[in-house]
């Protein structure tokens, strides 16, 4: 008997990555791994999709280290890029892509070049960032000619290539994306260079954003980026968050169960105990009434989620059992179902499962 689980369907992962090439059959992919890879871990990722995938997209250069130790050839695109000048020749000497995005990382670049005019550095690829709409990182459209023409009098950068962010594509009816593709396109008009805009969602819903290079994250989990399933658009759930049932427990109405007395049964029930709880990642704010999958059928937790454990309804009539198993989320239960119900986005619930969860492989 086992307790909290994450269960990673390699068959399902390939299937997806197969799907995405499908959508955007011009565009070479940039798989997004970061945050230990959508809490499925980066070495798995890497060892799966390094034949699949064209590059590798992280957010922070102690993830892209962990990538480059694990390949030594495959691209490696830093997101944010370098933070500070170390970083930067760690980038260098790690042979990663890196993101720039604000005129301090352009001087710690063009800071080098004296160093490369007597000690010849490693060439290294850029992407410059452009602020097409989100306003978060990027520079501004009418910086983008300078920053090219001084990127260009750096002699070991290698390629250079654009590259933005939507802020609204997961959802299609949302014309800012149309506004941000618009700037995007007038900006690098005069370019030849290579260029990158989609995400998942502008993957699944702005076909005009592929492009040369696609960044597919969340979706190749066969999961959503909205709280739409994308079942129905051919991806399969790669992951299943399951544990055991390790108590049920005659209960009478009127009665309590857990921290706070928050829940009181109106009837005569029977509870289960689900060894899961926040101290795994499951959601502690998951609502009374959010959906548990137990033999086939969903049931509502009721009282608060603790730390190791939640209790279910199983209502009075249920026939099981200790030791039988609990889905939380996966083929049976989409977490898009389960993330609606908790009120979170089913990023954050990837994201946050814990490293006190075993990772099995099917
Ligand atoms: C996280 C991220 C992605 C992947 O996003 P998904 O919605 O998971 O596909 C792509 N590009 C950038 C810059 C990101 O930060």
Request: hydrophobic share 40%; charged share 20%.
């Amino acid at each position: 008997m086992k307790s909290a689980i994450l269960t990673l369907n390699k068959a399902a992962l390939l299937h997806n990555i197969q799907r995405i090439r499908e959508l955007a059959p011009h565009s070479k992919i940039c798989s997004i791994i970061k945050a230990n890879g959508y809490g499925q871990t980066i070495p798995y990722l890497v060892n799966t999709l390094k034949d699949k995938v064209d590059a590798f997209g992280v957010a922070r250069i102690s993830e892209a280290v962990k990538i480059r130790q694990l390949d030594h050839n495959v691209t490696v695109l830093l997101l944010e890029g370098f933070f500070n000048e170390i970083e930067l020749l760690q980038a260098i000497n790690k042979n990663l892509d890196t993101v720039i995005h604000n005129f301090d990382q352009l001087k710690m670049i063009e800071n080098l070049q004296k160093i490369n005019n007597i000690i010849p550095l490693e060439f290294i690829n850029i992407w410059i960032k452009i602020d097409t709409g989100m306003h978060r990182l990027g520079f501004q459209p009418e910086e983008v000619d300078e920053v090219f023409q001084r990127l260009k009098n750096c002699s070991f950068i290698k390629e250079i290539y654009f590259v933005s962010h939507f802020s609204c594509a997961d959802d299609p009816k949302n014309n800012y994306s149309e506004k941000q593709i618009t700037c995007f396109e007038k900006t690098t008009k005069n370019y030849t260079n290579q260029r990158s805009m989609a995400a998942s969602g502008g993957i699944l819903y702005w076909k005009k954003s592929h492009y040369d290079w696609i960044r597919p994250g969340i979706i190749q989990h066969g999961i959503s980026p909205n709280e739409h399933p994308i079942t129905e658009l051919g991806f399969k759930p790669t992951m299943t968050l399951s544990t055991t049932l390790i108590a049920v427990r005659n209960h009478k109405a009127g009665n309590p169960t857990g921290y706070g007395n928050h829940w009181i049964s109106e009837k005569d029930t029977k509870l289960g105990v689900v060894a899961i709880g926040y101290g795994d990642g499951y959601p502690r704010n998951a609502p009374l009434g959010t959906p548990v999958w137990i033999n086939g059928r969903k049931v509502p937790i009721v009282g608060r989620v603790s730390m190791d454990m939640l209790t279910v309804d199983l209502g009075i009539d249920s026939t099981d059992k200790m030791g039988d198993k609990v889905i939380l989320w996966g083929e049976e239960l989409l977490i898009e179902e389960v993330a609606q119900a908790i009120g979170v986005i089913n990023y954050e619930l990837v994201t946050q499962i814990t490293p006190r969860v075993e990772i099995e492989y099917s």
